[in-house]
C-alpha cells in the first residue's frame, strides 16, 4: 500500500507516491557523492521548471553575477566544465540578451564576460528559489549538521583539486577497456 504526500515547490503542488527511502547498501564516498550528485540535480531541475534555463545555464549566471568580467578559460575552470561547453552556454545566453562580452583593455584577446541588466534580472529572480532548493536539500539535517557537511564537502574538493576537472576518471572516447582490464595487459 503507498500512501500519497504533497509537496509544495514555487507555488504549485507536487503529488509524489511515497516510497521507502533507497536503500544504501555502499557506505563509500564516491557511491555516496554519485547519490547526492543525482538528488542535488534532480531537485535543482524541477526548481527551474518552466525557466527555460538549465541548471548548467544558472550556474553561469551566478558564477558571473559573483565574478562580473571572468574570462571564460576561468568560468570553465570555476563551474568545472570544458572551455568549449562554457563558450557554448555563454553563446546561448548572450542569444537571450543575458550575457555580454566585452574586450578587455589589458588584453584585448580575451573577452570579460558580464551579466546584462536582463541577466542581473533574471538572477535576482531566480536566487530565493535557488536557496530554497539549496534549503531543501539539506533539509533533513540539523542546521549544525548542514554547515558541518558543506564544510566536509569543501575541505574534501579542496583537498583532491587535482582532481575536480571536466573528464577526469572518464574513458577516453572510442576505448574498450573492459572491467577488471588494466592498460598493461592491452596491446
Do not use: W
Not at 575541505?155 to 582490464?181: C, D, H, L, W
Amino acid at each position: 500500500m503507498s500512501a500519497r504526500r504533497t509537496a509544495s515547490h514555487n507555488g504549485r503542488t507536487v503529488d509524489r507516491a511515497a516510497a521507502a527511502p533507497p536503500l544504501v547498501i555502499n557506505r563509500f564516498p564516491a557511491y555516496l557523492a554519485r547519490r547526492f550528485q543525482q538528488i542535488c540535480a534532480a531537485m535543482v531541475t524541477e526548481s527551474l521548471a518552466g525557466e527555460g534555463i538549465t541548471q548548467l545555464q544558472l550556474a553561469v549566471i551566478a558564477c558571473l553575477d559573483t565574478v562580473p568580467g571572468i574570462d571564460q578559460r576561468r568560468l570553465a575552470e570555476t563551474i568545472g566544465i570544458v572551455p568549449v561547453n562554457a563558450g557554448q552556454i555563454v553563446d546561448e545566453l548572450e542569444a537571450r540578451g543575458l550575457v555580454e562580452r566585452r574586450t578587455n583593455g589589458a588584453d584585448r584577446r580575451a573577452r570579460e564576460l558580464r551579466l546584462t541588466p536582463q541577466g542581473l534580472k533574471l538572477r535576482r529572480r531566480l536566487r530565493p528559489h535557488n536557496l530554497a532548493t539549496n534549503q531543501r536539500i539539506l533539509a533533513p539535517l540539523k542546521p549544525n549538521e548542514q554547515e558541518l557537511l558543506i564544510d566536509l564537502l569543501v575541505r574534501v574538493i579542496e583537498g583532491n583539486a587535482v582532481y575536480a576537472r571536466p573528464g577526469a576518471g572518464r574513458r577516453k572516447r572510442g576505448s574498450r577497456q573492459s572491467i577488471g582490464e588494466s592498460t598493461a595487459t592491452r596491446t
